[in-house]
C-alpha cells in the first residue's frame, strides 16, 4: 500500500514537473508566421535581396518575407505588393519620412517575432486572414517615426482601413493635410495609422517593447516575443496543473477507497 502512494506520488510529481514552459515549446510557438498575401508559413533565412545594404537585412537570417517582397518594398515601397501609393496628395514622400515607411514594412512583412500578437483579421480576407495587433513598439522609434513624417502630406488617419482606398488607382480618398494635423502626437500616429497593429510603449527595448529597425548583435526583439511566449504559455499550462491535481486527488480518493 505505501508502495502504491509513493508510486502515485512519484508519477503525478512527474506529471507537474513537465508543466513547466520549455525552451523548446517556445521556439515551436513562435514558429510561424502570419496568415496572409506575401507571408511564408515559417520564418527561414532569406539570402537574395537581402545582401545588399538597404534591404529588410536585419530579419535575413530569420525571415518571414521572400527576397522578392523585400525587392518588392525596395522598387516602390507598397505599391506593387498593395496598390498602395506613399506620394499622397500630389507630393513626393520626403526621403527620411519614406524611410520610416520602408523601415515599417519590413518589420510587418519579415518580423518572425509576432506570434502572441496575432490575431484573426475579420476585414482584409482577400490579402490576408490574420494580422498582428497592439505589438508593443519603444516610444523612441514611433517619436523618431513622426518626427522624420511630421510635415508630408496624408489623406487619412487609417491607412489600415480598406475604405481609406481608391483601389484602382491606389490613392488616399480623403482630405489632405500633413500628419502632424492629422494625429496630433507621435503616439496616435503610430497606433492609429496601420490601425492599432503597433502600440506606443514606454520602457526598456527587449523586455516591454521591441524596435522597429533590430540590426543590432542583440535580437531584442526575439526577447520580448519569449517573454510574451512564455507567459502565454505558462497560463495554459497552470490550466492544465489544476486538471492534474484534481485528477490526482480523485485517483488518492480512488485509492483509499480500493485500500
Ligand atoms: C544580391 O542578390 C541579387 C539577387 O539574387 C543579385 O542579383 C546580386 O548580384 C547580389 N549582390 C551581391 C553584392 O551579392
Ligand atoms: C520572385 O519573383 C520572380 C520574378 O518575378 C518569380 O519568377 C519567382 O517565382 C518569385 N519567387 C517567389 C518565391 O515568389
Ligand atoms: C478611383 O481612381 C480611378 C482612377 O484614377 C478614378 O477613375 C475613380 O474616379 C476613383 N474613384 C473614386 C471613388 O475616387
Ligand atoms: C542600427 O540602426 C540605427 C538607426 O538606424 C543606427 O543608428 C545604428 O548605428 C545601427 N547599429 C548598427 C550596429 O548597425
Not at 525571415?63 to 515601397?77: L, M, P
Not at 522609434?141 to 508630408?152: E, G, Y
Request: glycine share 4%; with cysteine; net charge negative.
Amino acid at each position: 500500500m505505501a508502495d502504491d502512494f509513493y508510486a502515485l506520488l512519484v508519477l503525478s510529481c512527474l506529471i507537474v514537473s513537465t508543466m513547466a514552459v520549455t525552451d523548446k515549446e517556445i521556439d515551436e510557438f513562435l514558429d510561424i508566421c502570419i496568415d496572409s498575401k506575401y507571408h511564408k508559413e515559417k520564418p527561414g533565412p532569406e539570402s537574395d535581396f537581402f545582401n545588399t545594404t538597404f534591404h529588410c537585412t536585419p530579419w535575413k537570417n530569420h525571415a518571414c518575407c521572400t527576397s522578392n517582397t523585400t525587392d518588392s518594398i525596395r522598387k516602390d515601397g507598397t505599391l506593387s505588393l498593395y496598390n498602395m501609393h506613399w506620394d499622397q496628395c500630389g507630393r513626393k514622400m520626403s526621403p527620411q519620412c519614406r524611410r520610416y515607411f520602408e523601415v515599417d514594412t519590413c518589420m510587418y512583412e519579415c518580423s518572425p517575432n509576432m506570434k502572441p500578437w496575432i490575431v484573426v483579421d475579420p476585414n482584409s480576407k482577400k490579402t490576408r486572414k490574420e494580422r498582428f495587433q497592439e505589438v508593443p513598439i519603444c516610444s523612441e522609434d514611433c517619436d523618431a517615426w513622426f518626427d522624420a513624417c511630421k510635415d508630408d502630406l496624408t489623406c487619412s488617419d487609417n491607412w489600415g482601413d480598406f475604405k481609406t482606398w481608391n483601389w484602382t488607382s491606389g490613392m488616399c480618398k480623403f482630405e489632405c493635410k500633413t500628419f502632424k494635423e492629422y494625429f496630433d502626437n507621435a503616439k496616435k500616429f503610430c497606433e492609429k495609422l496601420f490601425d492599432y497593429s503597433w502600440k506606443y510603449t514606454k520602457g526598456e527595448l527587449g523586455i516591454d517593447c521591441m524596435t522597429l529597425w533590430p540590426n543590432g548583435t542583440t535580437n531584442f526583439n526575439e526577447r520580448v516575443a519569449r517573454k510574451h511566449a512564455e507567459d502565454m504559455l505558462s497560463t495554459k499550462s497552470s490550466g492544465s496543473k489544476v486538471a492534474v491535481q484534481s485528477l490526482t486527488v480523485i485517483l488518492l480518493a480512488g485509492l483509499c477507497y480500493y485500500l
